[in-house]
């Protein structure tokens, strides 16, 4: 829960700085409007923000200050809109393309001033007329703030990534979402748990990275359907009806096998060449923003939202195979450090 917290910080310190831009971007406006200066320390938060190089800028604010800051946006707003076209262009595959574009905005901020530079300078080197041609603090101020609104934004990206789209399980007909799923949904839907009933105490003894709660086999109809691991949502324990699946597996040897299947693929249909001879995102037609993908010889696994799962949940199929190259069991769970 630690984890979870630090992440939660990270993301508030970043709202509070993307608060902060927008109201420097407005207060230069409305001041540009009614005629008026900025805040005197407006002015100094950008004489404060220098390079490697100090600039003596001019504290002024008018329409050209209010330009020059308008010019940064539209060249900051069409440096990700080229960025995003070429990576989608590239990857075919939006979600990925979207996510490299956020990770990479403090480039594409840099970038976006140091072409502002040269486009200014460019235009102070044809003009005719050397007069009120900044640069002004005031300007400074909104590209500082949002300079440092990216830095923090792709720290908060670089420790949590970006939610993931569970991997969908449906079991006889029965949609599982391993990671949201309540015991309760199931419960519904005809499914009992074996040795529990709905008010039975879960315990997570959080000891384990990889199985939270109590692991328990999944019946209906006098029929297993395999385990699923049975975790309490925020406390150390609850009510069975109230925990949510955090795993679910089932063997190969199941009779129900042919009656689950993830993301719409019958795993009684799959052998170990489909796993060694085609990406796991194509067998179920998957289109992540982040994935891995692991093979060997008789063990693979594809894993979606690879960051650290502090905030979002992180998903993983895996499949075994025996020595004989025979399936022997698959699996798909959901992790997060508020159940370690």
């Known amino acids: 829960m630690g984890f979870f ?12 700085f993307l608060v902060f831009t927008i109201y420097l971007y407005f207060k230069l406006a409305s001041a540009v409007s009614a005629g008026k200066e900025v805040p005197k320390w407006m002015y100094q938060f950008g004489q404060g923000f220098q390079g490697r190089y100090h600039i003596e800028y001019e ?3 008018n329409r050209n ?7 940064f946006i539209f060249y900051f707003v069409l440096a990700n809109i080229f960025t995003l076209v070429a990576l989608y262009v590239k990857m075919d595959n939006f979600p990925a393309a ?24 460019v235009i102070f080197i044809v003009s005719r007329s050397k007069k009120d041609r900044g640069p002004y603090s005031s300007t400074n101020a909104i590209i500082g703030a949002t300079f440092l609104t990216t830095l923090i934004f792709m720290f908060c990206i670089m420790i949590t990534g970006v939610p993931a789209k569970p ?3 449906q079991i006889d007909k029965t949609s599982v979402v391993v990671g949201e799923t309540r015991a309760s949904e199931l419960l519904n839907q005809g499914f009992s748990f074996t040795g529990k009933n709905p008010e039975s105490e879960i315990v997570n003894k959080r000891n384990d990275h990889f199985y939270y709660g109590e692991l328990l086999e999944i019946v209906r109809g006098g029929q297993s359907y395999g385990l699923m691991s049975i975790t309490p949502k925020w406390k150390d324990s609850d009510k069975l009806e109230n925990c949510v699946v955090t795993y679910y597996e089932i063997s190969a040897d199941n ?3 042919s009656q689950v299947k993830i993301s719409n693929q019958d795993l009684s249909k799959l052998t170990i060449t489909d796993f060694k001879t085609r990406n796991l995102t194509d067998i179920f037609s998957l289109k992540p ?10 063990y693979f696994s594809l894993r979606l939202q690879t960051a650290d799962y502090v905030l979002w949940n992180s998903y993983q199929f895996v499949a075994n195979f025996n020595s004989d190259q025979s399936p022997n069991r698959y699996g798909v769970r959901a992790q997060n450090t508020i159940w370690e």
Do not use: W
Request: proline residues 3%; hydrophobic residues 55%; glycine residues 2%.
């Open 5 to 16: 917290i630090f992440a939660l910080t990270f993301y508030f310190i970043f709202c509070l």
């Open 59 to 61: 504290d002024i604010t």
């Open 65 to 71: 200050a209010l330009k020059e800051a308008n010019l």
């Open 98 to 121: 979207l996510y490299t574009c956020l990770k990479a905005q403090f480039a594409i901020v840099v970038g976006s001033m140091l072409f502002r530079q040269f486009v200014n300078l």
């Open 167 to 169: 991997i969908p399980v």
């Open 255 to 257: 009779p129900q096998l």
């Open 289 to 298: 923003a982040d994935a891995k993908e692991v093979k060997h010889d008789t």
